[in-house]
């Protein structure tokens, strides 16, 4: 199975800040993957797939990049609405492994 | 909430359990379907895949052999039958949508719909 490592596992961060997370692959997976966003008792919700492409509603802020093993996503201004737990995943192969999780917590 | 999931509930070891995912606005028609399952200890986990048109169906190894995946694009459904259940099957399943039109499996891009999970509980 490919193994998703995520860093950090959490992070403070206050409203206005720009943070990384970042995700590596255990093996290479092309543009295969994915980053969602997780809060208390909801669903996982995708913000960017394909690595680079944000999916429809997701605002600007959110952005990613990388390719094959290291990836990053990265919130140029962190708005209240963004606390939550991110999630890294691969979809290259099965099974599709995700990692760990970041929770963003207020600072 | 776009896909709504059923069926789960508490059981014993060893029982069976059909869990359902139903959709009102979201067509599967020619998308891949898949679920996951989330718990405390191992976070999120894939569980199984199903192509957009039903003829690949691929399982994670902590059920194959177990469970089986089928969608039903008239009824706009998909279901899991879960047989020989066990405590560590306990967990929040979700149904998912793959985000790309006709994923046969394998490679294939994220989940964009998600249901709000159904809890199964497996305990003596």
């Known amino acids: 199975d490919i193994q998703m490592t995520q860093s950090p596992s959490s992070l403070s961060a206050s409203v206005g800040d720009r943070i990384t997370i970042t995700c590596r692959a255990s093996?290479?997976?092309?543009?295969?993957f994915n980053w969602y966003q997780q809060k208390p008792g909801k669903a996982p919700k995708l913000l960017i797939y394909?690595?680079?492409t944000l999916h429809d509603g997701v605002p600007s802020r959110f952005s990613g990049s990388g390719s094959e093993t290291d990836f990053t996503l990265t919130i140029s201004d962190v708005h209240p609405d963004d606390f939550a737990t991110y999630y890294c995943?691969?979809?290259?192969?099965?099974?599709?492994?995700f990692g760990q999780g970041t929770k963003l917590e207020i600072e | 909430v776009q896909l709504v999931e059923s069926g789960g509930v508490v059981v014993q070891p060893g029982e069976s359990l059909r869990l359902s995912c139903g959709a009102s606005?979201?067509?599967?028609?020619?998308?891949?379907l898949q679920w996951v399952r989330q718990t405390p200890g191992k976070g999120l986990e894939w569980i199984s895949f199903?192509?957009?048109?039903?003829?690949?169906?691929y399982y994670g190894d902590s059920v194959k052999g177990r469970f089986t995946i089928s969608r039903d694009d008239i009824k706009n459904s998909l279901s899991l039958q879960m047989h020989n259940l066990r405590p560590e099957d306990t967990g929040l399943y979700y149904c998912?949508?793959?985000?790309?039109?006709?994923?046969?499996?394998?490679?294939?891009?994220?989940?964009?719909?998600w249901g709000q999970g159904t809890l199964v509980t497996v305990s003596s």
């Open positions: 199903i192509s957009w048109d039903g003829v690949s169906t």
């Open positions: 394909a690595a680079s």
């Open positions: 606005t979201v067509t599967f028609k020619d998308y891949a």
């Open positions: 998912v949508r793959d985000v790309g039109r006709y994923c046969s499996g394998g490679a294939c891009y994220g989940y964009d719909y």
């Open positions: 093996q290479r997976i092309s543009d295969y």
């Open positions: 995943q691969q979809s290259y192969t099965f099974p599709h492994t």
